[in-house]
């Protein structure tokens, strides 16, 4: 089984509030889909989530209760993004149903607890796929935070154990300097926590969960001998297909 973030930067378009890219996540799906492997797909927020979230601070927390009116905005956003993505993998024949993690699970000081998995289990056993997202999650020490897509990576990949991670994004991979903005900047195809170390990275839209490097981290975490997990651009018609068949394509690859 692959586990699969179609991130917030691919499905819609981050510097826009609310701008989903049907067309785009409807191709990534056929590719999935055409891939015939098993795959699990969680997905960002993006636009739907970013926006709103950095403009009250939610990443830090309760600070007061101005923020409470956005803790429900952005919840209500990002299942609005979500039901879209899932109406996308319905009518690629893909039998998903959202799991909303702001309604299922807790936080701990920033960190996703998922004590009771049983409902993904059951689902995914069931040949219906779960898929969750990045959401406004009640906190006990800090009244709520934000969970990103990449956090929920990481439990998922405690729970199914895929033989591959794969976070789909809008570059070809870690790049030495930001590629949108220095020509000069070279991908970096595979990434260590040495190398990591040695990267400066810039994000160039807002982003409340970390950037690049934040994924990366969460990549590092996320790989093991047994277990690739591969950051690929998803903005360029069939290379997740070709990464998902198991052919060479530009990426960056995390190894620790
Ligand atoms: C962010 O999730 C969640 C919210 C802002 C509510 P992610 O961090 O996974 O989203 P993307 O992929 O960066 O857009």
Redesign the pocket.
């Known amino acids: 089984m692959i586990l699969i ?5 691919v ?2 378009d ?1 510097s826009r509030y609310k701008t989903f890219n049907k067309e785009q996540v409807s191709r990534l799906c056929s590719e999935i889909v055409q891939s015939g492997r098993g795959t699990i797909i ?9 926006v ?3 403009r009250y601070s ?2 830090k927390g309760l600070v007061d209760f101005s923020q409470i009116p956005a803790v429900a905005q ?2 209500y ?2 299942r609005e993004l979500n039901a879209l993505v899932v109406k996308t993998l319905l009518e690629n024949g893909i039998p998903a149903v959202s799991v909303p993690p702001g309604s299922c699970f807790v936080m701990e000081n920033g960190k996703l607890i998922v004590k009771d998995n049983e409902a993904i289990r059951a689902l995914a056993h069931m040949g219906v796929m779960p898929i969750l ?4 999650v009640m906190d006990r020490s800090k009244g709520f935070g ?7 990576m990481e439990v998922l990949t405690d729970i199914f154990k895929p033989e591959r991670v794969v976070f789909v ?1 809008d570059v070809d991979g870690l790049y030495t300097a930001d590629p949108k903005t220095n020509p000069d900047a070279e991908i970096i195809e595979t990434v260590t926590p040495e190398v990591l170390k040695s990267v400066h990275s810039s994000s160039t839209v807002d ?5 690049v490097v ?2 990366m981290l969460s990549m590092l975490e996320a790989c093991d001998e047994n277990r690739d997990c591969v950051l690929v651009n998803g903005t360029v018609p069939g290379r997740l297909l070709s990464l998902l068949k198991g052919e060479e394509v530009p990426c960056t690859i995390a190894r620790r």
């Open positions: 973030k179609l991130g917030g930067s499905i819609t981050k969680v997905h960002g927020a993006g636009s739907y989530g970013h709103i979230a950095k939610l990443q952005v919840q956003d990002v997202f990045g959401d406004v934000i969970c990103s897509g990449d956090q929920i994004s982003d409340v969960t970390g950037g934040g994924k």
